[in-house]
């Protein structure tokens, strides 16, 4: 059957899925704007009040070690670099208490793989958060931090996540999917292994009660059959537990990376949008869907709205990972209120599981 944009109508309105031959045609060959058009009846159907959400929060980091090595990455540094830096635990708490008292609640703590740091480092960490500042939400630990925990501790994966648990984190962010097929990943990540090792991470959390986040990296070697993959996989694993609350993807930023060499191009509004409509569309279990003033710029970010998009992300009131790059974008709680309202939409701060705070 040859796909057309009213086949994939007809598909939306009944309620059924999508194939990956629809995917592709959304990807390579629909126009943009029936692109978007067709993501936002998907994002009325899920979520007809005229909402947009965003989270206030921080994004700080504990180390720049890493041992991974991606080649999109221009924040790590290997261990004994003179550049290297781990901070204390208590360093990080006090870098949170000054978040915590500016209203943020929820910290988005990542790092790199430091193989010196134990995993009592961590627990650690996660257990004071939730004693000195019960209104934070310790959204911590990307999945290849939490196989490095694995790795230096000697436990198995779901055995890290339920000590994390137990010392009070519920939340993981999505980070280090890049893009979830073997072939990219072994050209720019390929220390961390393949699609399965991102998976595993949050499989198993979802099976112990965590919720946590299904990101993407693209525009660097991606090809369409790439992307459907990572559609795929993330669709699948949304059926089983419905433990991601929501996709967050963002492109691929050159600047200072190894990576470089090989892209040299921005991907662009046009493809960012396109990959959020379609995200809207295919991924039909994902109830919200974020767009990024931060990675993509604050216009774009509005636009985004209007592709499917029902959050607006966070406030990100520190970050040093994309900074490295070169790429810097800052905002307040005051201009994203302003640029939501802008956008046509009625803004409402959230919680990091999507809970009202107050709607604006």
Not at 42 to 52: C, D, G, Q, S
Request: overall charge negative.
């Amino acid at each position: 059957m040859t796909v057309t944009l009213d086949s994939i109508r007809e598909k939306l309105r009944s309620g059924e899925r999508l194939s990956r031959t629809d995917g592709a045609f959304l990807l390579d060959e629909a126009p943009l704007l029936d692109v978007g058009e067709l993501a936002q009846e998907a994002r009325n159907l899920k979520l007809p009040e005229p909402t947009v959400t965003f989270v206030i929060d921080t994004n700080p980091n504990y180390t720049n070690v890493c041992n991974v090595d991606c080649t999109f990455c221009a924040f790590y540094r290997s261990p004994g670099d003179p550049e290297a830096y781990t901070y204390t635990v208590e360093n990080v708490l006090a870098s949170i208490g000054r978040s915590a008292a500016n209203g943020v609640t929820t910290v988005l703590l990542q790092g790199g793989v430091n193989p010196e740091l134990p995993l009592e480092y961590y627990l650690d960490l996660v257990a004071a958060v939730r004693e000195r500042y019960p209104h934070v939400t310790p959204h911590f630990w990307s999945a290849v931090e939490i196989q490095g925990m694995a790795r230096v501790s000697g436990l198995t994966v779901r055995e890290v996540l339920v000590k994390l648990k137990e010392a009070g984190q519920t939340t993981i962010p999505g980070g280090g999917a890049e893009i979830l097929s073997d072939r990219v990943r072994r050209k720019i990540s390929h220390k961390k292994g393949g699609s399965e090792e991102w998976l595993e991470v949050h499989r198993e959390a979802h099976a112990l009660g965590f919720k946590t986040t299904a990101t993407m990296m693209y525009g660097h070697v991606e090809t369409t059959e790439d992307l459907l993959n990572h559609f795929d996989a993330i669709r699948e694993l949304q059926d089983r537990n419905h433990g991601f609350t929501a996709f967050v993807p963002w492109s691929f930023k050159p600047g200072n990376t190894p990576l470089l060499i090989k892209v040299t191009h921005h991907a662009g509004p046009n493809r960012y949008l396109r990959i959020l409509g379609v995200a809207r569309l295919y991924l039909d279990n994902f109830e919200h869907i974020q767009a990024s003033w931060f990675s993509e710029g604050k216009k774009t970010g509005q636009v985004a709205l209007h592709w499917g998009a029902d959050d607006f992300g966070g406030t990100l009131f520190e970050e040093n990972v994309h900074a490295c790059t070169g790429f810097i974008n800052k905002t307040s709680t005051e201009e994203v209120v302003t640029l939501i309202r802008e956008a046509g939409f009625r803004p409402a701060q959230r919680t990091t599981l999507y809970d009202i705070v107050r709607y604006y």
